[in-house]
């Protein structure tokens, strides 16, 4: 009897980036200049956390792309 593979049910994150993925934690960063944020709202002079994401590798095979990403409180 062949046993199924298990797969590990990843924690549900609704800031996911779609075409990437997270490479550093959420930290505090205070939002001098207007920026927008993953659920579309703009702030601007306000406390945010934000994280560095980077785009999948078969999507930019010259070099990895890289963005910031900002959230309100913490998802």
């Given at each position: ?51 560095r ?12 792309h ?10």
């Amino acid at each position: 009897m062949i046993d199924a593979p298990t797969f590990r049910a990843r924690p549900h994150d609704p800031a996911r980036p779609r075409f990437g993925y997270p490479i550093a934690q959420w930290h505090r960063w205070l939002a001098w200049r207007p920026v927008k944020c993953w659920d579309g709202r703009i702030v601007w002079l306000r406390m945010v956390y934000r994280r560095r994401c980077q785009l999948y590798g078969y999507l930019s095979p010259s070099f990895p792309h890289q963005w910031w990403q900002y959230a309100i409180e913490r998802p």
